[in-house]
């Protein structure tokens, strides 16, 4: 890690702030602690339902093997230039870069698949294509929403959300990746230090979010991302009894199935080089399955 995770919840407030966050508030859980609301969709004329255009890697292609091996994860945060006066401008990774990043990746044979899938095949017999990699986005910026599946698409790559869900993005700016066969998961109700809560309050920061994914969006949300990356034993046993059935932090490795509730990102703050470096040096010996 690169020193950068007590900047991710400020960063959170000063992207919103710049972006606008969601509207349409509704009451937290009833019996929880916690007084911030969550966002819920308006009343509208009912519209025909959109036509679910999936992308080529939401689901496994007939050239896929069976892997479980490892895989590399990557997390970005902001996307876009700096603000003036930003107070945390490493965690902004600019549209070029983005752009290039994606090109590398796709010119040197990785492809992007979900979590979903990458549980599936380490524990349920599923397949992978032949360099896995997965592409997570936390906290929840419009950018992240509009503009990186734009670039995505062209790979055929659907991304990882990991959405806090009280006051963010509104579901008419998530439902359009959902629809894509992006997986969104949660990054908490309100991005506390979960090792600082009471277990009230640790509960409802679990699994609330998760239940709101669930009634909204009616998708699994199997994966939780550990705000700041900042877990304890309580914490990993509360996403358990949660029903999650795996969890991301940070650190420079790849992810393995030797513990699914504490699965290692790449945190991506820059250029083609860095990103480079991040997954050619700490490559580990049989990664990927044959082309």
């Not at 991005?191 to 969006?217: C, G, I, M």
């Amino acid at each position: 890690m690169r020193g950068r995770l007590a900047a991710a919840a400020a960063l959170t407030a000063a992207v919103l702030t710049a972006c606008g966050g969601s509207s349409s508030p509704k009451p937290p859980v009833q019996g929880t602690k916690t007084t911030a609301v969550t966002h819920t969709a308006t009343t509208a004329p009912a519209k025909r339902r959109p036509v679910r255009r999936l992308l080529r890697n939401a689901r496994p292609q007939p050239s896929w093997q069976k892997y479980t091996g490892p895989v590399p994860i990557l997390v970005y945060h902001a996307l876009g230039r700096a603000p003036a006066g930003a107070p945390f401008p490493g965690l902004y990774v600019s549209y070029g870069d983005f752009k290039s990043e994606m090109a590398w990746l796709h010119s040197h044979g990785y492809q992007a698949v979900t979590l979903d899938e990458v549980m599936k095949a380490w524990y349920h017999g599923g397949t992978l294509p032949a360099k896995p990699i997965v592409i997570t986005f936390d906290n929840g910026y419009p950018a992240q929403v509009k503009f990186a599946p734009h670039v995505m698409a062209r790979y055929g790559w659907p991304g990882v959300l990991n959405e806090i869900t009280e006051n963010h993005l509104h579901p008419r700016q998530i439902w359009p990746i959902i629809h894509r066969g992006w997986e969104v998961d949660s990054h908490s109700l309100t991005h506390p230090n979960l090792t600082e809560d009471d277990a009230e309050e640790l509960w409802a920061q679990v699994h609330a979010s998760r239940v709101y994914l669930h009634k909204t969006f009616h998708i699994p949300s199997n994966s939780f991302c550990y705000p700041s990356s900042k877990y304890d034993a309580a914490v990993i046993a509360a996403v358990k009894r949660a029903g999650y059935t795996n969890a991301v932090t940070e650190g420079d490795a790849y992810a393995t199935s030797a513990d699914p509730y504490l699965l290692p990102r790449f945190e991506i703050e820059s250029g083609v080089s860095e990103l480079a470096a991040d997954l050619l040096k700490n490559q580990p010996a049989g990664y990927g399955t044959p082309a």
